[in-house]
Nanobody, 123 residues
Framework: QVQLVESGGRSVQAGDSLTLSCVGS????????TGWFRQAPGKEHEFVAA????????YYANSVAGRFTISRDNAKNTAYLQLNSLKPEDTAVYYC????????????????WGQGTQVTVSS
């Protein structure tokens, strides 16, 4: 079974920090890129960050650069997203996804998606 499972989302105050986790099934282990996206109510999926499995190269959306950090533990087949200095506009459902495509910023390039975890930031 090809599966990603996110966890760690919750309600926090502005300025707080949070860590999201994404555990992959065995069949996702060799996928090239793991990405995080978010979707606010009424909006499309927005790229947040991506990491390449072999090189550990990281990419971030301008809106989160300097505040969020993506990482990956290949041995555990788990990706993480550290969210710092959270703002109300960061409120969304956060999804992890995986792909063999290098088009890491585009949601349509991802083949496998998790079910999402809700992050709510109050002012």
């Amino acid at each position: 079974q090809v599966q990603l499972v996110e966890s760690g989302g919750r309600s926090v105050q502005a300025g707080d920090s949070l860590t999201l986790s994404c555990v992959g099934s065995e069949r996702t282990r060799d996928l090239y890129v793991t990405g995080w996206f978010r979707q606010a109510p009424g909006k499309e999926h927005e790229f947040v960050a991506a990491i390449y499995r072999k090189t550990q190269t990281k990419y971030y959306a301008n809106s989160v650069a300097g505040r969020f950090t993506i990482s990956r533990d290949n041995a555990k087949n788990t990706a993480y997203l550290q969210l710092n200095s959270l703002k109300p506009e960061d409120t969304a459902v956060y999804y992890c996804a995986a792909t063999d495509s290098s088009d890491h910023g585009r949601a349509g390039a991802y083949d496998v998606w998790g079910q999402g975890t809700q992050v709510t930031v109050s002012s």
